[in-house]
């Protein structure tokens, strides 16, 4: 079982930049692919970013692609998101996922493990 705890969230301005990260307990870090959803309020969630086990190769939502960097530090248990130029429309609460079946799902039911959320505001 992984333990998934998020970090970074906060009140920001449009044009700001936020790094959340998500630190995951358990050695097996490297085995599963891990993803980053957001909730607005009154929205279902949805699918941000997502990378593989391994790193490197990540997958992006279309809103997201050219502003956000999903990253991973597997020797840290450790995975990033680097958000930049944020909009209004970014505001949510942001969570991390994982699981071992599938590399850079981008559905929500293939996770198995989440996080408690971090809020991220940002002010036009």
């Known amino acids: 079982q992984v333990q998934l705890v998020e970090s970074g969230g906060g009140l920001v301005q449009a044009g700001d930049s936020l790094r959340l990260s998500c630190a995951a307990s358990?050695?097996?870090?490297?085995?599963?692919?891990m993803g980053w959803f957001r909730q607005a309020p009154g929205k279902e969630r949805e699918f941000v970013a997502a990378?593989?086990?391994?790193?490197?190769?990540?997958r992006y939502a279309d809103s997201v692609k050219g502003r956000f960097t999903i990253s991973r530090d597997n020797a840290k248990y450790t995975v990033y998101l680097q958000m930049n130029s944020l909009k209004p429309e970014d505001t949510a609460i942001y969570y991390c996922?994982?699981?071992?079946?599938?590399?850079?799902?981008?559905?929500?039911?293939?996770?198995?493990?989440w996080g408690q959320g971090a809020q991220v505001s940002v002010s036009s």
């Open positions: 996922a994982a699981n071992r079946r599938f590399s850079k799902s981008a559905q929500v039911i293939d996770y198995d493990y």
């Open positions: 358990g050695r097996t870090f490297s085995t599963y692919g």
């Open positions: 990378i593989r086990g391994s790193g490197g190769s990540a």
